[in-house]
């Protein structure tokens, strides 16, 4: 079995590759590592091998481990659902939230965001599959969300995110990729702000999402392994 190092020198080949492929600069894409289910010696393994950005899923395994790991200089990226019982945690422990769908979730983390920490950069999810995925504000309603959101004064809007339903079709997948650019750049017409972060494209996937234009991947087992269990 290959170990963690070796899988991010895959992963980072992998990326490579896809931008190069369609000429796009060595670093325009950052690898998110995601880390939810792995414990923190896991997260200290691939910090050591170079990567500096971590997403998580759940709120409280992800405060356990940077309980633990305190004394590493780790990027955190909240990337799972959001429940608004949780959101001082989220504004206070991470300096990225890519899942925010819901404009009072917005507002929430932006109040509870300690004024001493810089702005929370967040991406809006969109619902970019239709009606089988529930989580994302559906495509129509994200500009009148993206206005109200980059209003607030504690959360910088940074970009968009989607989480396209899994399947064999590729030419259905780099669709659902390439509406997320599509609204990225009508929001940047309507907003003036930059909106450079496009979260898309996981461990299967990622070639096609960053052909079509992701910034960041958000990759799991293709670096740590099939996850085995369900995280806490
Ligand atoms: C788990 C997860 C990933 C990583 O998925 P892999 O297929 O393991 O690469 C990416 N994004 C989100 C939102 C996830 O929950």
């Not at 955190?76 to 959101?87: A, D, E, L, R, V």
């Not at 990225?184 to 017409?189: C, E, G, K, Q, S």
Request: proline share 6%; aromatic share 4%; with cysteine.
């Amino acid at each position: 079995m290959p170990g963690i190092a070796e899988n991010l020198r895959t992963v980072s080949t992998r990326i490579e590759a896809a931008g190069r492929k369609c000429g796009r600069h060595h670093n325009a894409v950052r690898l998110l590592a995601v880390s939810k289910t792995w414990p923190a010696a896991a997260v200290r393994e691939a910090h050591a091998a170079g990567q500096v950005a971590f997403g998580e899923n759940y709120v409280q395994e992800a405060i356990d481990k940077m309980a633990e790991l305190g004394d590493l200089p780790i990027e955190w990226h909240f990337i799972g659902p959001i429940q608004s019982n949780k959101t001082r945690l989220i504004a206070n422990h991470f300096a990225w939230v890519h899942s925010v769908d819901r404009l009072k979730i917005a507002q929430r983390l932006s109040e509870q965001r300690d004024v001493h920490l810089p702005p929370l950069r967040i991406c809006l999810q969109v619902n970019v599959s239709g009606e089988e995925s529930k989580s994302g504000v559906a495509p129509d309603e994200l500009p009148a969300l993206a206005q109200a959101v980059a209003a607030l004064p504690r959360i910088e809007l940074a970009g968009l995110m989607c989480i396209p339903e899994p399947g064999p079709d590729e030419a259905r997948l780099r669709g659902r990729f390439r509406q997320l650019v599509e609204l990225r750049d009508d929001l940047r017409a309507m907003t003036g702000l930059p909106l450079d972060m496009l979260s898309m494209g996981m461990s299967d996937d990622l070639e096609l999402a960053i052909e079509e234009g992701s910034t960041m991947v958000r990759v799991g087992s293709a670096i740590f392994g099939t996850r085995v269990r369900q995280a806490v």
